[in-house]
Every structure is written in C-alpha cells, then in structure tokens.
C-alpha cells in the first residue's frame, strides 16, 4: 500500500427528497481507501453506507441529492463530474457488486453474456475473446461448470450463486477500486472464503482497493485492513480492525459488537417444543441414517427418514428433484435433490445448511408443494400430500407460509404495508375490508412495529422493517409451518438480532414449526435445534445442532465450520 489514498471523500454530505422535505442521510463523513487496502465500512441498514458508496459512482437512488463535499479518486472529483465520465469508470476503474443479484442481473440475457458485456462496452476484447473470458471469470467467482451456467438465465441460478455472477462482473475489466456492498451476505462460508480470498489476491497481487460494506463484523475482522463504523449518517468510529474491534471506544460500535452473533455464544429460547408441551429428544432414526450415510452406506438408505410419531408435522422420504436438460443438450439435466430425508417436529425449528446450489431452497420448495418432486414422498400433519392438487392443495397452503431471503424483492412495491400483510386474507377470502385492516394492524404489533406504517410503501422502510412485515404476512392465515429462506442475511446484526429474538418469541407464543434456510452457522446455532447439512443435493449429516456442530461426523461438515470468518468455529 502507497501513502496516497486512491479514494479520498471529504466533508461528503447527501440527502433524500420526501414528501416531508429533505431527509439527511450522509453527513459530513470523511473516508479514505488506498490502493492495496480493505476498508470496511459498517453499521446498521439506514445508517447511510450503500448511499456514500453510491455517490462513488453517480448512481445514486431518484430523490438522492449530493449536497457538498468532494470524491476524489485517482486525483479527479466524481463529486462534479458528467455521467460520461461516471460511465467510463463504471466497470473500467471502479467495479461495483450489487446487494440484490435479482434486480441488478438482465432476466432475458444469458449469464456468461452478462459479464462479457463489460469487457465488449469498454472495448477490452471482441466477441468470441469476451464470452471465453466470461466463463473463466465464471470460474474464478467460484461457480461450478462455468460453460454450463454461462449458457444459463439468472431464474435457473441460486441466489448465492447469481451473488457470484455479479461478482465476476465486477471483475471482470481489472478495476483499480471495488466497491463491494454487501458481496458475501448470500454465500455459504466456503464459497465466502474463496470469493474473499480472490478479492484479497487481486489487491496484493495489482494494487486493487476494496471498499467493503458489510454487517459481518467477522468478515470485517478477518479481511480488512481498517474499518468505519457508521451510524445515523455520520462516521462514529474509525481504525485499524483489531483495535476498531477488540478494543471500541464508540458506544454504537460496542453495541453493534454485541448483537452479533456468535457460534460460541448463548442460544436463543427457541428449542423446537410444541407450546405447553416438554421438550422431546430429537429422534434416532435421523442420526442412525446419517452415520450409515458417513460409513458409507448408499446414499438412498440415508436418505429415507421414517415417521417418529404424533410429534412430526412433516416428514420426507427420498425427495427427488431432477430438471430437463436444454434444447440441444444431449446429458441428462442437473438433479437438484438427490434422495433427501428429513422430518420437522410440531414447534420444532429445523435448520437446513449449505453451499449455494446444495438444493436446500429447492428442497424447502418441494415440502411446500411449491415445486414439484421428481419422485419421493412428503407428508404433512400424517396426510400424504406428495400429489395433492386443485382445491385440497389450496386449503393445505393455508397452514405453509415462506418468508423470502431478500426483504427488497418479496414485497409488491405498488401495495401499502397494510395492503401486504391482508393480502393473503384477501387471496382466501377471509374477512370484510374493515376486518382485514383490523388484522393487519394486530399482526404489525405481534412483529413490533408501529401503527403509523401500515399506510407506507416498502420503499419506505428498512431492510429490518421489510422483513417483519414478510413475517407479519406469513402468519396472517395462522399457519403451522413457516419456511424462513435466508431471513436475516440481507439484514445488519442488530437487525439481524431483532428478527432472530421475534421468531424465537412468535414460535413460544404460537408453537410454530420452522425450516430455517441459511449459510450463516452462528445465527443457525442461535435459532435452531436440530441441523442438516446439505451437499450436492443429499443431507450428509444430520443431528442436534450442538453434536453436528461440536463433533462433525462428515468432512463436509468440518469444512463448513473450519471455513466460518472470524476464526476457530469450535
């Protein structure tokens, strides 16, 4: 690293236009990021980090207002410069990965497409260099069979998987500084460390600066050289990472440090008991299967979990999930779900882990009856609903309720709050308008909201506030099972906290059961009872999460842990 900052903001000052007036969201911050250097910039979602990020490449959001201050990078101010000067940044010197794979990627343009278009708008290669280029840039970012995904659309890609899409974007022209926003929020930990791992090459190897925005304080701890901690718009807390973390002087920091969880830390209340019920012990038949499967026996006898009983509210036998290949493939298309078995017990949270593409959303999908299995069998409170269709499928899905990964793309931006939570008692015909108005203001106050939102629009809540209002819509029918996709990894540790603490407090108070996706093993340990884990379509290893992640019985397993930012995960 070089004295001279590559990056240089100064007294950087923006605001928001609202219907009440101008709204401060960054104010006065300094910051600065030299060639070679990870900067981490964190804080809580509308503390005003992606907003001073987005100054960086003129791509702030409509009603944005840079008010003042200078951006100096590479010694000219983007403060003041024209949009064509901005574009021949943009991708050239200052790569860009987007939170949100699902609005920042062309649903209609094949992928390994997608990411030679920088390389061919900057005039970096012709077109048969750019695509070759494109699907070693594929490669690079980690995804498997490079010339199978380039050939592929967004829609036919895991959400971590298009998180890594926009990452060889952002890669893909050399820039000299990359502003990398939230890049690894939908990765599991080994593809993380292998996307981070490139990223801390790249600025080792040619200089590269990295402007990293993340609510991962491990992330942070383990790749940044520095890190800014950001609050109300206003930079609180700067340093070197380890005295920033070890040693914080801010009260916002030491808060921030404190709600984030923790793979050593204590356990949230949620034990998987049905209310008013004692606790049961997790069933052998799960974990007798597992060894077998670790032993080496077919994966098929593994797989296949028996009922245990009245405790289980859904339990799959050797779910399969096969799709067609394309039109001129001549191999047989991809299984998604390769003889998967599991049970959930009536209050039970049940946590499924793996590498993005492991099959855990298709899976949850499947039990569900969202997607339809290949071959197995799903049963639902001890009814088979495996080929249920038509009018007994539509009262099944009254009792199923999902809660998406991104809190940005899983509410109408065209509905109130109120609108959205009553939505689905609109879609079953349940209640008058008044009704219905009068339930959504109850299910607001069961998410610890406040009233006043019920007449806002999405657009005007944070990532936490979204996500409570997906949970307040999922439980507007009462369900009995709620499947919880990557809940809280868009979201900031303090929020990320709140959401955990509410699910934890709603399933004590309703005897919910949850199927709770995630890659992230602390919030899995402070959530969940029991775990599976998840690897090229088959559960390997399954158990109480205390025994899978204490002794892991598969490698896999050990390398998930071994993978967890921050250090040691046992």
Same mark, same amino acid.
């Given at each position: 690293?070089?004295?001279? =900052?590559?990056?240089?903001?100064?007294?950087?000052?923006?605001?928001?236009?609202?219907?009440?007036?101008?709204?401060?969201?960054?104010?006065?911050?300094?910051?600065?990021?030299?060639?070679?250097?990870?900067l981490a910039l964190v804080g809580e979602?509308?503390?005003?980090?992606?907003?001073?990020?987005?100054?960086?490449?003129?791509?702030?959001?409509?009603?944005?207002?840079?008010?003042?201050?200078?951006?100096?990078?590479?010694?000219?101010?983007?403060?003041?410069?024209? &949009?064509?000067?901005?574009?021949?940044?943009?991708?050239?010197?200052?790569?860009?990965?987007?939170?949100?794979?699902?609005?920042?990627?062309?649903?209609?343009?094949?992928?390994?497409?997608?990411?030679?278009?920088?390389?061919?708008?900057?005039?970096?290669?012709?077109?048969?260099?750019?695509?070759?280029?494109?699907?070693?840039?594929?490669? #690079?970012?980690?995804?498997?069979? =490079?010339?199978?995904?380039?050939? &592929?659309?967004?829609?036919?890609?895991?959400?971590?998987?298009?998180?890594r899409v926009l990452i060889a974007i952002?890669?893909?022209?050399?820039?000299?500084?990359?502003?990398?926003?939230?890049?690894?929020?939908?990765?599991?930990?080994?593809?993380?460390?292998?996307?981070?791992?490139?990223?801390?090459?790249?600025?080792?190897?040619?200089?590269?600066?990295?402007?990293?925005?993340?609510?991962?304080?491990?992330?942070?701890?383990?790749?940044?050289?520095?890190?800014?901690?950001?609050?109300?718009?206003?930079?609180?807390?700067?340093?070197?990472?380890?005295?920033?973390?070890?040693?914080?002087?801010?009260?916002?920091?030491?808060?921030?440090?404190?709600?984030?969880?923790?793979?050593?830390?204590?356990?949230?209340?949620? @034990?998987?008991?049905?209310?008013?019920?004692?606790?049961?012990?997790?069933?052998?038949?799960?974990?007798?299967?597992?060894?077998?499967?670790?032993?080496?026996?077919?994966?098929?006898?593994?797989?296949?979990?028996?009922?245990?009983?009245?405790?289980?509210?859904?339990?799959?036998?050797?779910?399969?999930?096969?799709?067609?290949?394309?039109?001129?493939?001549?191999?047989?298309?991809?299984?998604?779900?390769?003889?998967?078995?599991?049970?959930?017990? +009536?209050? #039970?949270?049940?946590?499924?882990?793996?590498?993005?593409?492991?099959?855990?959303? @298709?899976?949850?999908?499947?039990?569900?009856?969202?997607?339809?299995?290949?071959?197995?069998?799903?049963?639902?409170?001890?009814?088979?609903?495996?080929?249920?269709?038509?009018?007994?499928?539509?009262?099944?899905?009254?009792?199923?309720?999902?809660?998406? &990964?991104?809190?940005?793309?899983?509410?109408?931006?065209?509905?109130?709050?109120?609108?959205?939570?009553?939505?689905?008692?609109?879609?079953?015909?349940?209640?008058?308008?008044?009704?219905?108005?009068?339930?959504?203001?109850?299910?607001?106050? &069961?998410? +610890?909201?406040?009233?006043?939102?019920?007449?806002?629009?999405?657009?005007?809540?944070?990532?936490?506030?979204?996500?409570?209002?997906?949970?307040?819509?999922?439980?507007?029918?009462?369900?009995?099972?709620?499947?919880?996709?990557?809940?809280?990894?868009?979201?900031?540790?303090?929020?990320?906290?709140?959401?955990?603490?509410?699910?934890?407090?709603?399933?004590?108070?309703?005897?919910?059961?949850?199927?709770?996706?995630?890659?992230?093993?602390?919030?899995?340990?402070?959530?969940?009872?029991?775990?599976?884990?998840?690897?090229?379509?088959?559960?390997?290893?399954?158990?109480?999460?205390?025994?899978?992640?204490?002794?892991?019985?598969?490698?896999?397993?050990?390398?998930?842990?071994?993978?967890?930012?921050?250090?040691?995960?046992?």
């Amino acid at each position: 690293m070089t004295d001279a =900052p590559l990056l240089d903001i100064r007294r950087l000052r923006i605001s928001y236009r609202t219907r009440a007036g101008a709204v401060p969201a960054v104010r006065d911050i300094d910051l600065t990021v030299l060639p070679g250097e990870v900067l981490a910039l964190v804080g809580e979602s509308g503390s005003g980090k992606s907003t001073a990020a987005h100054a960086v490449t003129g791509l702030l959001p409509r009603g944005g207002s840079l008010d003042g201050g200078s951006i100096l990078f590479g010694g000219a101010d983007l403060a003041r410069a024209g &949009q064509g000067a901005l574009r021949g940044l943009r991708g050239r010197e200052i790569g860009l990965v987007p939170q949100d794979p699902m609005v920042s990627l062309n649903p209609v343009q094949r992928v390994g497409r997608q990411v030679a278009e920088v390389l061919l708008i900057h005039r970096l290669a012709d077109r048969p260099a750019a695509d070759r280029r494109a699907r070693e840039l594929l490669g #690079e970012a980690g995804l498997p069979d =490079p010339d199978r995904v380039a050939r &592929q659309y967004p829609h036919e890609l895991s959400g971590g998987m298009r998180q890594r899409v926009l990452i060889a974007i952002a890669l893909a022209a050399r820039p000299r500084l990359i502003i990398a926003d939230e890049p690894t929020s939908a990765l599991d930990v080994t593809v993380q460390r292998k996307i981070l791992d490139h990223i801390g090459a790249l600025t080792a190897e040619l200089g590269v600066a990295v402007l990293l925005i993340t609510h991962d304080l491990a992330v942070a701890a383990d790749r940044a050289h520095r890190v800014a901690v950001m609050s109300r718009g206003e930079i609180v807390e700067t340093g070197p990472v380890r005295r920033i973390l070890d040693t914080p002087s801010h009260p916002y920091t030491r808060a921030l440090l404190a709600a984030a969880p923790s793979l050593s830390g204590p356990r949230a209340r949620g @034990t998987g008991r049905p209310a008013a019920e004692p606790v049961r012990p997790p069933a052998r038949a799960a974990t007798a299967g597992t060894a077998a499967a670790v032993a080496g026996a077919p994966a098929a006898a593994a797989a296949r979990v028996p009922a245990a009983g009245a405790g289980d509210l859904v339990v799959a036998e050797d779910l399969v999930k096969e799709y067609p290949a394309h039109r001129g493939e001549r191999h047989p298309g991809p299984r998604a779900v390769d003889g998967v078995g599991l049970r959930i017990g +009536r209050g #039970e949270t049940l946590a499924l882990v793996g590498e993005s593409g492991s099959g855990k959303s @298709t899976t949850a999908r499947m039990l569900v009856r969202l997607t339809e299995p290949t071959s197995g069998r799903i049963a639902f409170d001890g009814q088979d609903i495996t080929r249920l269709g038509g009018g007994e499928l539509r009262r099944l899905r009254r009792r199923m309720q999902i809660v998406h &990964q991104s809190p940005y793309a899983s509410l109408s931006p065209r509905l109130s709050v109120a609108e959205i939570i009553a939505e689905p008692l609109r879609a079953f015909r349940i209640g008058g308008r008044a009704e219905r108005g009068r339930r959504a203001a109850e299910l607001l106050d &069961q998410v +610890r909201l406040p009233a006043a939102l019920l007449g806002r629009r999405a657009a005007e809540l944070s990532g936490g506030q979204r996500q409570r209002v997906a949970i307040a819509r999922a439980l507007a029918l009462d369900p009995d099972l709620v499947v919880c996709d990557e809940p809280v990894s868009a979201l900031d540790v303090s929020s990320q906290a709140r959401i955990l603490d509410l699910l934890a407090d709603l399933q004590d108070a309703r005897g919910l059961s949850y199927l709770f996706i995630s890659h992230d093993l602390a919030v899995v340990r402070r959530i969940a009872a029991r775990v599976g884990v998840m690897r090229g379509g088959r559960i390997v290893e399954t158990g109480p999460v205390e025994q899978v992640f204490g002794s892991p019985a598969h490698p896999y397993t050990e390398e998930l842990l071994a993978s967890v930012p921050g250090g040691p995960a046992r």
